[in-house]
Structures are given as structure tokens and as C-alpha cells.
T-cell receptor
Framework: GAGVSQTPSNKVTEKGKYVELRCDPISGHTALYWYRQSLGQGPEFLIYFQGTGAADDSGLPNDRFFAVRPEGSVSTLKIQRTERGDSAVYLC??????????????FGPGTRLTVL | AQSVSQHNHHVILSEAASLELGCNYSYGGTVNLFWYVQYPGQHLQLLLKYFSGDPLVKGIKGFEAEFIKSKFSFNLRKPSVQWSDTAEYFCAVNAYTGRRALTFGSGTRLQVQP
């Protein structure tokens, strides 16, 4: 079946601009995660959705970052007033959720964001 | 806060050599442990996972990992590497704290020379 998809694959923007990154999870997966991967580092957690609600947004670095998942499927990560330090690969992952069980996360290909 | 350390940043091996990549984590409680692999130009894929039970877990492509609780380690091994194993390998941990986020190490780049 189809895996996690992310669009665009690459995004170049100018400092101060607003960007939106989209994630389409595996069909039926109720949990959705956003991570950010800077060059030479492992992915860092940003936010986790269970259904439509953000169950854990403790990884968002500041209030310029916001994410939504209005219908419990597709999610959009929004970054306002982008800064050069926001340049990274933004990864989305999804997983099924079964009560009391931790499930592996399936990752998408990522969106490479470059802020000039 | 929990952290994950991968001490080998870049490893170069010849084909048929044995591989061991180190992973140590800082959380003292119960954990779920993962190794992910990222082949050139591809996205992260799960190599193997440990939730409970036998501390020696086997994954895809001949990889295995051993969970040693007393050492807070989850090292990845393969007896004989192939050129196609050239990739970046990430260790990740989820601690039983109610949070579902993964904490990743910084990765180990493996280069296998033919």
C-alpha cells in the first residue's frame, strides 16, 4: 500500500516568509508525528497528533511553528516568519494506535526546507 | 530529558567485515528501542525493534541488536556486511513516560567498500 507522502519535496523560501508543509499519512493510521532533521543530526520531535488533536506539542521550538490536522488525516505544518535556522528536512511519520500498545512509526520522504 | 548517544559517527568497512554500531540511552526506566536505516536517497525505514522479551532481536537483512539493560545499550550487529548496507543508521528510544515521541541519536554513517 501507499506509504506516508509529503509535499513539497523541496521548498526554498526567503527569510521572513510563511511556509506550509503537508503530510499525508498511511490510510487508517490515527497517530501522526512531525520531526525536524538538521544536517548531521538525527530527527528531533516537534509534535504528535492523535486523531485531530495535538496530543503532544512539546517539541515545537517557538510560537512561529504551528501544525493542524483538521480531519484526522492530512496534516499541515506551518512556519511563520521563517528564519535561516529553520532550514532542515521536516519529516512526517504515522502509526496505527492500539490501546496499551506502542507501535512503530512509518516515515515519509521529508520536505527539505531552505530559508535564504 | 532522555538522550541517545551513537558514538561512531562514520564507519568504513570492507565487504564481509563484521559490524557493530553502538547505541546508549540515558533513561532509567522501561524503554522501547529501535534501529532505523536511511539508504542514500531514501526515507527512514525500520530495521528492527525491541519492546520486551528476548533481549536479542533480529531484524531485516541479517541485522540483529542486543538490549543490555544494565549498560543502557542497544548495539546493532551484522556478521558480514555488504556494499548494499551503505547507509545512515539511527538508534531511537521511546521511554515509558506516556509520551509517544521518539528520541533519536545523531546517526552513524556506514560506508562499505567493495
Amino acid at each position: 500500500g501507499a506509504g506516508v507522502s509529503q509535499t513539497p519535496s523541496n521548498k526554498v523560501t526567503e527569510k521572513g516568509k510563511y511556509v506550509e508543509l503537508r503530510c499525508d499519512p498511511i490510510s487508517g493510521h490515527t497517530a501522526l508525528y512531525w520531526y525536524r532533521q538538521s544536517l548531521g543530526q538525527g530527527p528531533e520531535f516537534l509534535i504528535y497528533f492523535q486523531g485531530t488533536g495535538a496530543a503532544d506539542d512539546s517539541g515545537l521550538p517557538n510560537d512561529r511553528f504551528f501544525a493542524v490536522r483538521p480531519e484526522g488525516s492530512v496534516s499541515t505544518l506551518k512556519i511563520q516568519r521563517t528564519e535561516r535556522g529553520d532550514s532542515a528536512v521536516y519529516l512526517c511519520a504515522s502509526s496505527p494506535t492500539r490501546a496499551g500498545v506502542y507501535n512503530e512509526q512509518f516515515f515519509g520522504p521529508g520536505t527539505r526546507l531552505t530559508v535564504l | 530529558a532522555q538522550s541517545v548517544s551513537q558514538h561512531n559517527h562514520h564507519v568504513i568497512l570492507s565487504e564481509a567485515a563484521s559490524l557493530e554500531l553502538g547505541c546508549n540511552y540515558s533513561y532509567g526506566g522501561t524503554v522501547n528501542l529501535f534501529w532505523y536505516v536511511q539508504y542514500p536517497g531514501q526515507h527512514l525505514q525500520l530495521l528492527l525493534k525491541y519492546f520486551s522479551g528476548d533481549p536479542l532481536v533480529k531484524g531485516i537483512k541479517g541485522f540483529e541488536a542486543e538490549f543490555i539493560k544494565s549498560k543502557f545499550s542497544f548495539n546493532l550487529r551484522k556478521p558480514s556486511v555488504q556494499w548494499s548496507d551503505t547507509a545512515e543508521y539511527f538508534c531511537a528510544v521511546n521511554a515509558y513516560t506516556g509520551r509517544r515521541a521518539l528520541t533519536f541519536g545523531s546517526g552513524t554513517r556506514l560506508q562499505v567498500q567493495p
